[in-house]
Structures are given as C-alpha cells and as structure tokens.
C-alpha cells in the first residue's frame, strides 16, 4: 500500500475531489523518508543557483527505499509533490531523486539526467538490487 489513508480523507475522497494540502499531508505523514528526501532537495534548489539538486545517498534500509519508490512512480504523488515544492522532479536507480526548477525542464541539463544514456552512466553494481 502506498499511503496510509485515515477514515475521515477515504471518506472525503468517496465524496468527491480532496484538496492538494489534504493529499500533501497524507503524502508527508505515509512517506516520511520520501518526504523527507524530496524537501530537502528542493530546499537546496531554492536556497542556491544550481542547475539542479539531488540526492545521491542510497537509502537506510528497505523500508525508506520503498517509501521513495512508491512516491516516485505513483503519478499522482509525485506530481502532488512537484506542486507543493514547485519543482520538477526527476528519478534514477531507487534513491537518486533531482529536483529541477520547471523552468529547466527544456535545458540540456534536465535532458541529459532524464535519458537512457545517463540512466546507463548512474548505474553501478551496488545499485544492482536496489
């Protein structure tokens, strides 16, 4: 299961839209190190001029790397989070999370993170099963 869904939200959502701060919490307190890992890159994004962001420190254990995994490949959490920091993110290997201004999304920077052939280049044998 991706989030921790409280009653009162399943049944808010049974009734009809939910807001982005009623999703974004949900999101923050079911995926505390995803949470965590995603602040943090784009706080140093908007404290700095950087191109971009990231984290390249593997997770601790598997628990905080399936917290990552899930908020990354889930659309709607990771867009929800994408709205909430207004940033773009970006995804390699199980911990490698960038964050981009939106702005960027059309630069050689974002491009050459996002392809097959920098996916290739941030591979490694410890990162096998990640």
């Known amino acids: 299961m991706s989030l921790t869904v409280s009653p009162d ?25 995803a949470w965590q890992t995603v602040s943090r890159v784009a706080a140093e994004l908007a404290t700095s001029d950087v191109e971009f962001s990231d984290n390249v420190i593997a997770p601790p254990g598997d628990a905080e790397r399936g917290q990552l995994l899930r908020a990354m ?15 773009k993110l970006a995804f ?8 981009f201004r ?10 050459r993170f996002v392809s097959a052939r920098g996916q290739l ?7 096998r099963n990640c």
Do not use: K
Not at 76 to 84: F, K
């Open 102 to 111: 939106t702005a960027a999304v059309d630069s050689d920077t974002y491009r």
């Open 92 to 99: 390699q290997n199980c911990h490698r999370v960038a964050a």
């Open 9 to 33: 939200l399943l049944r808010a959502a049974e009734s009809g839209p939910v807001t982005d701060e009623e999703f974004i919490a949900c999101v923050r307190e079911s995926l505390p190190y």
């Open 121 to 127: 280049l941030n591979q490694s044998p410890e990162l």
């Open 73 to 87: 490949a889930s659309d709607a959490i990771r867009a929800g989070l994408e709205r909430h920091f207004g940033v």
